[in-house]
């Protein structure tokens, strides 16, 4: 991918490829659409559950995965390569919550679980992505975790730590793989998906958070929506941000900043 930055622009050029792992979820829908409608070919890499309830964009390459199984994420980057010889850019967006319970309270297996799906996952689908992403000569990549990695609450204490770990990679594998691949991470505040309940294709074990008891908290007044994390990361694959690497961008309105 050129690494011009067109001013007028602010995601990958025209052509370019890009995954979106997590693309049938709240944010990941929305990027899907941002890229294709500015010409960027996409791949959508999801679970079966959830490509069958919001199938992708007939233009999109739709390919069905586990990111917390090793064979599984391997098999759907290998249908991947036989498409595309090399990506120019990477987005994981994997994740969800179970478990709303002190550590002490907690079962190993949901503690397992949790880990497994937003911490192995981005694992597993970035060692996939990166020989692609070093193929085009000059790759983005984009790990998606959360303010929860780094201002825990209590209850969230396993969540937290398995985003903690994601900023963590995000630095490690941005130190790895310069010049050729850049690595960043976007960490979003609550935002009005279905992660609220659960995930998207996952089943609901909550009801939601009203939108105004936590708006409250947030300096611009309300609760983050998925296209408030499309133009990050759009920025972050781009050619606007040709010298950023190994950071993890706060989006929350500016709760993290209290």
């Given at each position: 991918?050129?690494?011009s930055?067109d001013p007028?622009?602010?995601?990958?050029?025209p052509?370019?490829?890009v995954?979106?792992?997590?693309?049938?979820?709240?944010?990941?829908r929305v990027?899907v659409?941002?890229?294709?409608?500015t010409?960027?070919?996409?791949?959508?890499l999801?679970l079966?559950?959830?490509?069958?309830?919001?199938?992708?964009?007939s233009?999109?390459?739709?390919?069905?995965?586990?990111?917390?199984d090793a064979?599984?994420?391997?098999?759907a980057f290998?249908?991947?390569?036989a498409r595309?010889?090399?990506?120019?850019g990477?987005?994981?967006?994997a994740g969800?919550?179970?478990?709303?319970?002190?550590i002490?309270?907690?079962?190993?297996e949901v503690?397992?679980?949790?880990?497994?799906?937003?911490?192995?996952?981005h694992?597993l689908?970035?060692?996939s992505?990166?020989?692609l992403?070093?193929a085009?000569g000059?790759g983005?990549m984009?790990?998606?975790a959360?303010?929860?990695?780094?201002d825990v609450v209590?209850?969230?204490?396993?969540?937290g730590?398995?985003?903690?770990g994601?900023?963590?990679m995000?630095k490690?594998?941005?130190?790895e793989n310069?010049p050729?691949?850049?690595?960043?991470g976007?960490?979003p505040?609550?935002?009005?998906?279905?992660?609220?309940?659960?995930?998207?294709?996952?089943?609901?074990i909550?009801?939601?958070?009203?939108?105004?008891v936590?708006?409250?908290?947030?300096?611009?007044?309300r609760?983050?929506?998925?296209?408030?994390?499309?133009?990050?990361?759009?920025?972050l694959?781009?050619g606007?941000?040709?010298f950023v690497n190994?950071?993890?961008?706060?989006?929350?309105?500016?709760?993290y900043?209290?």
């Amino acid at each position: 991918m050129s690494t011009s930055f067109d001013p007028a622009r602010l995601g990958p050029p025209p052509g370019a490829r890009v995954a979106v792992m997590g693309g049938c979820g709240g944010m990941g829908r929305v990027l899907v659409h941002a890229l294709l409608d500015t010409g960027v070919q996409v791949a959508v890499l999801d679970l079966p559950a959830s490509i069958a309830q919001h199938p992708p964009p007939s233009e999109a390459l739709a390919l069905a995965l586990d990111g917390s199984d090793a064979a599984s994420v391997a098999h759907a980057f290998d249908t991947l390569r036989a498409r595309w010889p090399a990506l120019d850019g990477f987005v994981n967006l994997a994740g969800f919550f179970k478990g709303f319970h002190s550590i002490t309270e907690l079962p190993v297996e949901v503690f397992d679980e949790v880990i497994a799906g937003n911490l192995r996952s981005h694992f597993l689908c970035a060692r996939s992505a990166l020989p692609l992403l070093h193929a085009s000569g000059a790759g983005a990549m984009v790990q998606v975790a959360s303010t929860l990695g780094l201002d825990v609450v209590k209850h969230y204490t396993h969540y937290g730590a398995a985003k903690a770990g994601v900023i963590a990679m995000v630095k490690g594998l941005a130190r790895e793989n310069a010049p050729t691949v850049r690595v960043n991470g976007v960490a979003p505040g609550l935002t009005n998906t279905a992660f609220l309940t659960g995930g998207t294709g996952r089943e609901k074990i909550f009801e939601g958070i009203p939108e105004a008891v936590y708006a409250k908290r947030v300096p611009m007044k309300r609760v983050a929506h998925p296209q408030d994390m499309a133009g990050p990361i759009l920025f972050l694959l781009g050619g606007a941000s040709s010298f950023v690497n190994g950071e993890t961008l706060i989006v929350d309105g500016g709760v993290y900043t209290q």
